[in-house]
C-alpha cells in the first residue's frame, strides 16, 4: 500500500491536451495550471545551431525504420529544452516501435547513432532508446516509461503517446517508479568501475552515474518540494535544502553529469558514498520500484 499522501492523481485527456502540456508553468516549478507536471521542450525550443541535427534526425530514422516498425520517435534532454550547447551536448532519442525491439532494430538504431555522430559536429554523441509502444503504454510502466514519453519527450514523428498516457504529479508514487532501483543499479556500476582500464571508459560512466545520482537525489525530494525539474545544478540546489549535510557531495554529481571526470575518488564517492546512503533513504522515504521481468 502507498504511503500516506502518495496516491498520485490523474486526469483523462480532454481537447485541451496540448494547450494543458504547454501553458505557463505554476510557480516556476514546471507544472501547469491544474498542478500536473507540464511537458518539457519543443520542437520550437530547438537552439538554432542545432535545426539541421533535429531535421537529420528525422530523415535517418525515417529511412531506416519507416513506418512498419516505427510508431513515433521523440527528441528528450538539453536539445528540445533550449539548453543545449554545441560541440558539447549530445543527442537523445526515443523511438517508439510497433513491436518489442529485436537485436535487428538495435543494430539499426547503432547505425543511426554512428552516422548522426559523424556528420552533425554541433552534437557530442547521440544516444538511441528503443521501446515497445505496449510496453510503454502499460500498466507497469505507467509511472516510468509513460511518464519519460508524456512529461520529458518532445514529439518528432508519428502519433503522440503522451494522448493515451496520464497527467502527472510530483508524488511519492512517481518518485518510487521513476528512481526507486538505485539499490539495484549500484553493484553494475561497482562492477563497471572496477573493469573501466581508460579514462574515456571512467568519464563514460562518471557522466551516467553523476546524472543518475542527481536525479535520484531530485526525485527523493520532488513530492515535498512540489514540482518538477530537470536542471541538474537545481536539482543539486533543491536536494541541499533538505538535505544539507549531503549538498556539496550532490554538487559534486551534478558538476560530474555536465562534464565526465576520469578521476576515480569522484567515482568512488558517488558509487561507493552517496550512492548506498541515497538508496537507503530513497527506499525509506519512497518504497521500491516495483519489480521488473
Known sequence: MDRPGAVIAVENHSAAYEAGRHSDSMSGRGLNQDGTIAREGALSCVPEA??????????????????????????????????????????????????????????????????????????????????????????????????????????????DLAEQLPRYRPTSLLARETNGDLPLVLPRWRARAAEAATDADRKTLSRVVGR????????????????????????????????????????????????????????SMLIDHLGPWLAAEYTTVHGEKAPRP
Request: glycine share 10%; aromatic share 8%; proline share 5%.
Open 50 to 159: 542545432f535545426a539541421a541535427v533535429v531535421d537529420a534526425s528525422r530523415a535517418q530514422i525515417t529511412e531506416m525504420f519507416g513506418s512498419t516498425r516505427l510508431h513515433s520517435a521523440y527528441l528528450y534532454g538539453s536539445i528540445p529544452r533550449g539548453a543545449a550547447v554545441p560541440g558539447v551536448s549530445d543527442l537523445d532519442l526515443l523511438l517508439a516501435l510497433r513491436d518489442e525491439p529485436t537485436e535487428a532494430d538495435r543494430a539499426d538504431a547503432k547505425t543511426i547513432e554512428a552516422a548522426l555522430d559523424r556528420s552533425c559536429a554541433q552534437i557530442n554523441g547521440v544516444g538511441i532508446l528503443l521501446s515497445g509502444v505496449r510496453a510503454l503504454l502499460s500498466e507497469l510502466e505507467r509511472h516510468d516509461g509513460g511518464f519519460f514519453v508524456a512529461c520529458l519527450c518532445t514529439p518528432l514523428l508519428g502519433n
Open 212 to 267: 543518475r545520482i542527481v536525479r535520484t537525489g531530485f526525485t527523493l525530494i520532488m513530492p515535498r518540494w512540489g514540482g518538477w525539474t530537470s536542471d541538474l545544478s537545481e536539482s543539486a540546489e533543491l536536494f541541499g535544502h533538505y538535505y544539507p549535510d549531503r549538498v556539496e557531495q550532490m554538487r559534486v554529481a551534478a558538476a560530474t553529469g555536465r562534464t565526465p571526470s576520469a578521476n576515480p575518488a569522484v567515482l
